[in-house]
């Protein structure tokens, strides 16, 4: 879903965006201004690219092996249900943007003075890759904690099989509340830890060394494709990782029989459906998953980048 893919890209994307104003001499911008614009171009990504998300938890909840494309899936959705089921769900993502920020940062400064280690010449603390990889994982886990109600209404409307049955956002909470109970909102979390922690363990195991492998940027240009290509690269690596966690999740998720459950713990999922409908089975999604983050990692980047340089001309001091 909207997920630690992007909510991590997101804040990594922007993070080192900052970094490289501050080393071509420009103005720090305040937190706030780099909260806020990295929200707004988190939430633009969201509302360009998620019917990808919406193709992705279909062909993750189909279970068998028949083979469909994202074209296809897409025309099928209009044809058949209009034109706005290809948004159907989008308000949890956009809801979740400005807690999940607010916990990444926060997680983030928690966790990474506890590995990282004292410089014994200039006394300041260091994270070294292990502790970055380490932090990550930790903060992915904390992420996933508050994100999980979100994500379970998500999946409950996109899923076809539920298009009669929820209204819109607020009538699939009340619903789930009262006919499931209210942990029902944090069935999947289990999963949904894995999928982060599994992400967040590749990308931070990844990203030190693209950027040492990809050549040095001269230029701003330069230096927002060495970052975009870094993101990218680093971010597949981590899909390819944690779609299994991924599918798992939306089928726990989505499962409204509490009694006898056909999908309980994570790896025990991940046996089931490996058993009954192959390994492929496992990656359903992947490829909408990475597409998005190409397109996506872009729209971050220049929003971002817009949105500070006006923060910077017009109320920086000159």
């Given at each position: 879903?909207?997920?630690?893919?992007?909510?991590?890209?997101i804040f990594?994307?922007?993070?080192?965006?900052s970094?490289?104003?501050?080393?071509?001499?420009?103005?720090?911008?305040?937190?706030?201004?780099?909260?806020?614009?990295?929200?707004?171009?988190?939430i633009?990504?969201?509302?360009?690219?998620?019917?990808?998300?919406?193709?992705?938890?279909?062909?993750q909840?189909k279970?068998?092996?028949?083979?469909?494309?994202?074209?296809?899936?897409?025309?099928?959705?209009?044809?058949?249900?209009?034109f706005t089921?290809?948004?159907?769900?989008?308000?949890?993502?956009?809801?979740?943007?400005?807690?999940?920020?607010?916990?990444?940062?926060?997680?983030?400064?928690?966790?990474s003075?506890?590995?990282?280690?004292?410089?014994?010449?200039?006394?300041?603390l260091?994270?070294?890759?292990?502790?970055?990889?380490?932090?990550?994982?930790?903060?992915?886990?904390?992420?996933?904690?508050?994100?999980v109600?979100?994500?379970l209404?998500?999946?409950?409307?996109?899923?076809?099989?539920n298009?009669?049955?929820?209204?819109?956002?607020?009538?699939?909470?009340?619903?789930?509340?009262r006919?499931?109970?209210?942990?029902a909102l944090?069935?999947?979390l289990?999963?949904?830890?894995?999928?982060?922690?599994i992400?967040?363990?590749?990308y931070?195991?990844?990203?030190?060394?693209?950027?040492?492998?990809?050549?040095?940027?001269?230029?701003?240009?330069g230096d927002?494709?060495?970052?975009?290509?870094?993101?990218?690269?680093?971010?597949?690596?981590?899909?390819?990782?944690?779609?299994?966690?991924?599918?798992v999740?939306?089928?726990?998720?989505n499962?409204?029989?509490?009694?006898?459950?056909?999908?309980?713990?994570h790896?025990?999922?991940?046996?089931?459906?490996?058993r009954?409908?192959?390994?492929?089975?496992?990656?359903?999604?992947?490829?909408?998953k990475?597409?998005?983050?190409?397109?996506?990692g872009?729209i971050?980047?220049?929003v971002?980048?817009?949105?500070?340089e006006m923060?910077?001309?017009?109320?920086?001091?000159?």
């Amino acid at each position: 879903g909207i997920n630690a893919e992007y909510g991590d890209r997101i804040f990594h994307l922007t993070w080192a965006q900052s970094k490289m104003a501050k080393s071509q001499g420009k103005t720090p911008i305040p937190f706030y201004v780099s909260f806020m614009a990295g929200g707004i171009a988190g939430i633009t990504e969201i509302c360009i690219t998620y019917p990808l998300d919406v193709v992705k938890t279909r062909f993750q909840l189909k279970v068998g092996s028949e083979k469909v494309s994202i074209l296809s899936t897409m025309g099928e959705i209009v044809k058949k249900e209009g034109f706005t089921r290809l948004y159907r769900g989008i308000l949890p993502p956009i809801l979740m943007e400005a807690p999940k920020r607010a916990v990444k940062f926060a997680a983030n400064d928690f966790y990474s003075p506890l590995f990282s280690s004292t410089d014994s010449k200039t006394g300041k603390l260091l994270l070294n890759q292990s502790g970055a990889i380490a932090a990550g994982v930790c903060a992915g886990c904390t992420e996933a904690v508050v994100i999980v109600p979100f994500e379970l209404i998500k999946i409950r409307l996109q899923a076809k099989e539920n298009a009669g049955l929820y209204r819109n956002t607020f009538d699939c909470l009340s619903k789930v509340v009262r006919n499931e109970g209210l942990l029902a909102l944090y069935t999947g979390l289990e999963a949904t830890v894995w999928r982060h922690a599994i992400w967040n363990g590749g990308y931070f195991g990844l990203i030190y060394y693209v950027r040492k492998a990809l050549p040095e940027a001269k230029t701003k240009e330069g230096d927002l494709l060495r970052n975009f290509s870094a993101g990218a690269l680093t971010g597949t690596f981590g899909t390819m990782l944690n779609t299994p966690s991924d599918v798992v999740k939306s089928r726990i998720q989505n499962q409204t029989d509490k009694v006898n459950p056909k999908y309980g713990w994570h790896w025990g999922s991940i046996a089931t459906i490996a058993r009954e409908e192959g390994f492929s089975a496992l990656y359903k999604g992947f490829l909408p998953k990475v597409l998005r983050l190409g397109p996506g990692g872009g729209i971050i980047l220049v929003v971002y980048e817009v949105i500070t340089e006006m923060y910077r001309k017009s109320l920086l001091p000159k």
